[in-house]
């Protein structure tokens, strides 16, 4: 399966901004999708996870309340809106695809990994 990640851009803080992660090549409604960001000179870092069917949701304790994930299995889709953002919020967002139907939180967990899209937050 191939991803994709939309939506970044430049926006002030307090603002608000939309990610979409949207699958090809296969569904991925059977996997658990997570979003990683990675700020420059810093390491990877979990975001936010949702499980297969969006039951369950898993979100890093620095985006609590402030981000949100759910996803459309019928578009094979799944979004991240991002509000109240802040400068440390700046970084590529990456969606992945786990192996599991969960919402992990560890990148050894996800097998598909998309191409990033930079979000950046100005104070």
């Known amino acids: 399966v191939q991803l994709q990640a939309f939506g970044g851009g430049l926006v002030q803080a307090g603002g608000s901004l939309r990610l979409s992660c949207e699958a090809s090549?296969?569904?991925?409604?059977?996997?658990?999708v997570g979003w990683f960001r990675q700020a420059p000179g810093k390491e990877r870092e979990f975001v936010a996870a949702i499980s297969w069917n969006g039951g369950s949701t898993n979100y890093a304790d620095s985006v609590k309340g402030r981000f949100t994930i759910s996803r459309d299995n019928a578009k094979n889709t799944v979004d991240l809106q991002m509000n109240s953002l802040k400068p440390e919020d700046t970084a590529n967002y990456y969606c992945?695809?786990?192996?599991?139907?969960?919402?992990?939180?560890?990148?050894?967990?996800?097998?598909?990994w998309g191409q990033g899209t930079l979000v950046t937050v100005s104070s």
């Open positions: 090549g296969r569904t991925f409604s059977n996997n658990g």
């Open positions: 992945a695809a786990s192996f599991r139907a969960t919402a992990g939180r560890s990148p050894s967990l996800y097998k598909y």
